[in-house]
């Protein structure tokens, strides 16, 4: 029961991960072609490389991981991933700080709020509840363990 839990928690639906794609795509062709200013130079780079960095880190959260046979190290994996994540956006937050204007300076910023909303919503349940079945899951084995 628990292992199946981990395994539903360790997957995404298709809707969300369709719309964190979306959302990163539109971010990285502003960060690449939009119209962003910032308050010195190769400031606007740090800022393409920190979101080309996110998408990584939200591919490694969106990876498949049935090829892990522990069902436990497929949950470390994902909460391994989902902090890198967090580190990643908290440091493209950071950079975009250094942008100040531009026209689509604007629609930047949202999307950044957009994503972090989908990492202080539902990625963050998703974590505690991984974290909450990883530990009944190790209390299972010890006590699996005390019996023999």
């Given at each position: 029961m628990i292992?199946?839990?981990?395994?539903?928690?360790t997957e995404f639906d298709s809707e969300l991960m369709a719309y964190v794609r979306m959302?990163?795509?539109?971010l990285m062709e502003i960060a690449v072609w939009g119209d962003l200013k910032s308050r010195g130079p190769g400031l606007t780079g740090k800022v393409r490389r920190r979101a080309l960095e996110l998408g990584e880190k939200w591919r490694s959260v969106f990876n498949d991981r049935t090829w892990i046979p522990q069902v436990r190290q497929r949950a470390k994996n994902f909460l391994g991933s989902s902090l890198s994540l967090r580190d990643g956006l908290l440091l493209l937050e950071k950079a975009a700080k250094d942008l100040d204007e531009g026209g689509d300076y604007a629609e930047f910023t949202q999307i950044l709020a957009d994503l972090h909303q989908v990492v202080a919503g539902p990625l963050f349940e998703r974590e505690n509840r991984?974290?909450?079945?990883?530990?009944r899951?190790?209390?299972e084995a010890q006590e699996d363990e005390g019996t023999e």
């Open positions: 292992r199946h839990e981990i395994d539903v928690l959302r990163w795509l539109r991984l974290a909450a079945a990883l530990e899951l190790n209390q």
